[in-house]
């Protein structure tokens, strides 16, 4: 009679006391694992590395876009106060110093041992692949010298 007892109350079978201990089992291994991965500093470090390395990225393309952004609105204000003979007198310039740029560039070249020129190579893709922001910033530059100098000459 004890025994029917405990079979009424709800005494598990083997077999449900097979699936439990197996249920505990993956449970139990789920637990050590995230504990594992709790204790494995080097992971989390390269984690929370990588993670700082993204926002660095975006953070750089995002003020470099901001930078261009403003270097051409600066440009356009210049070129849109400046007379037409600053304009042309900045045209003649920017000819002039292409031309001598060039020259020097060829010079360099002629004389420069060749891990350098390789490095400068390196530079020079950088600047092409920058060229728009670069040319505006020093066109607004040549022209913002060349006004402050016509107003000078007129005092």
Same mark, same amino acid.
Request: charged share 30%; glycine share 6%; net charge positive.
């Given at each position: 009679? @004890?025994?029917?007892? !405990?079979?009424? =109350?709800?005494?598990?079978?083997?077999?449900?006391? !097979?699936?439990?201990?197996?249920?505990? !089992?993956?449970?139990?291994?789920?637990? =050590?694992?995230?504990?594992?991965?709790?204790?494995?500093?080097?992971?989390?470090?390269?984690?929370?590395?990588?993670?700082?390395?993204?926002?660095?990225?975006?953070?750089?393309?995002?003020?470099?876009?901001? =930078?261009? %952004?403003?270097?051409?609105?600066?440009?356009?204000?210049?070129?849109?106060? %400046?007379?037409?003979?600053? /304009?042309?007198?900045?045209?003649? %310039?920017?000819?002039?110093?292409?031309? %001598?740029?060039?020259?020097?560039?060829?010079?360099?070249?002629?004389? @420069?041992?060749?891990?350098?020129?390789?490095?400068?190579?390196?530079?020079?893709? /950088?600047? !092409?692949?920058?060229?728009?922001?670069?040319?505006?910033?020093?066109?607004?530059?040549?022209?913002?010298?060349?006004?402050?100098?016509?107003?000078?000459?007129?005092?």
């Amino acid at each position: 009679m @004890t025994n029917e007892r !405990r079979t009424d =109350i709800g005494t598990p079978a083997p077999h449900e006391l !097979r699936e439990q201990v197996e249920h505990t !089992r993956e449970e139990l291994g789920r637990t =050590i694992e995230a504990l594992a991965g709790k204790a494995d500093v080097k992971a989390q470090a390269r984690g929370k590395a990588e993670a700082v390395k993204e926002r660095a990225v975006e953070k750089a393309a995002q003020v470099s876009d901001q =930078i261009r %952004a403003k270097a051409e609105q600066a440009a356009h204000l210049v070129a849109d106060k %400046a007379p037409a003979p600053v /304009a042309d007198r900045a045209a003649q %310039a920017s000819s002039v110093v292409a031309h %001598a740029t060039l020259r020097a560039g060829q010079l360099a070249a002629e004389k @420069t041992p060749e891990p350098v020129r390789q490095k400068a190579g390196q530079a020079a893709g /950088a600047a !092409r692949a920058n060229r728009t922001p670069l040319l505006v910033a020093g066109t607004a530059l040549l022209v913002f010298l060349l006004v402050r100098r016509s107003r000078r000459l007129c005092r």
